[in-house]
């Protein structure tokens, strides 16, 4: 499994993260190549968000996808006090990896990977996406 994750847990005041879309580049992954899997979330809630927790971590786990450290891995923001994340607000999660084998991958991702973040709706964190992985050659 995949995941950046802090350690603490805390209240988000009624607000909620749902992942929105999935997409990959290249948009064709093929074995073997370096592709990259963005997960685009987003915010909601009554009031911004300025804890980083959440944001910052999804579950992701396929046996034929294998992850690989990069600059390029985890969330295009950070919120704080300095830097909220707006109700509405929308960022990517980014994970880079390979496709170790060809053929149809179901993926199921899961944004706030391990519940840091105490949300008003916990039940709509999963995401399902279906990529035709192509034989290298």
Do not use: C, W
């Amino acid at each position: 499994m995949f995941l950046l994750a802090p350690t603490s847990q805390a209240l988000a005041a009624n607000g909620d993260l749902s992942i929105v879309a999935v997409t990959f580049d290249p948009i064709q992954p093929i074995v073997g190549f370096p592709a990259k899997i963005i997960v685009k979330g987003k915010y909601t809630g009554s009031s911004a968000l300025t804890i980083n927790l959440g944001v910052d971590n999804v579950a992701f786990s396929h046996v034929d996808f294998q992850p690989e450290v990069s600059s390029l891995s985890g969330s295009s923001v950070q919120p704080s006090v300095a830097n909220p994340l707006i109700s509405g607000g929308t960022f990517d999660f980014t994970i880079v990896g390979r496709f170790t084998s060809a053929g149809e991958k179901n993926l199921v991702f899961k944004i706030d990977g391990v519940n840091n973040l105490v949300e008003s709706n916990e039940n709509n964190n999963l995401f399902n996406q279906k990529i035709n992985v192509l034989k290298a050659g």
